[in-house]
């Protein structure tokens, strides 16, 4: 049996539901037998990031245990967008869901399609608040995400849910701004 590996998802919408989005997305990867869905933080409503003029951003990040290599991960979040209708129009656009490895253990990989840790993820304040959430003390680079977040800008992030139990149950309509 292979290893198991802790590996942390970025993940994020603004268009349709989201939090919904998220929700099917976590219960698939929780559902599939190499991995588990260990904890999750709360969702995050956001400014948008790169291309400023769209709707707000829900974000979360959750943390994983799996025994899927990373590139099969990656498949697994890829086809999980597509199921739900993820389409690529244009970068750092509008999109109903976005899946992202943030983390893989404390591999270093640059791949075709995959680069870990995530390019850009200690310059972005909302994948950074929700991962501070469920890990704390977590280092990216040498620096503990705290330090990170006091360079950044944190305005216009806000908690919408209380916990991270959201992801378990459906959520269409539920959620405030939904």
Known sequence: ????????????????????????????????????????????????????????????????????SPQDLLSLCLAEERLLKRVRRERWGPRTIDIDILLYGDRTIDEDGLTVPHPRLAERAFVLVPLAEIAPRMEIGGRRIDALLRELDGSGIERVTNDGNWWRLPTEGTLPGS
């Not at 802790?6 to 919904?20: K, Q, R, S, V």
């Not at 929780?30 to 291309?51: H, I, M, N």
Request: hydrophobic residues 45%.
């Open 1 to 68: 049996m292979a290893d198991r590996v802790t590996a942390f998802l970025g993940l994020g919408g603004n268009i349709g539901d989201p939090a919904a989005a998220m929700g099917v997305a976590l219960r698939a990867v929780d559902a599939d037998p190499s991995g588990s869905v260990v904890s999750v933080s709360s969702l995050y409503r956001t400014p948008p990031w790169g291309k400023t003029d769209q709707p707000a951003f829900l974000n979360a990040v959750a943390r994983i245990e799996t025994t899927l």
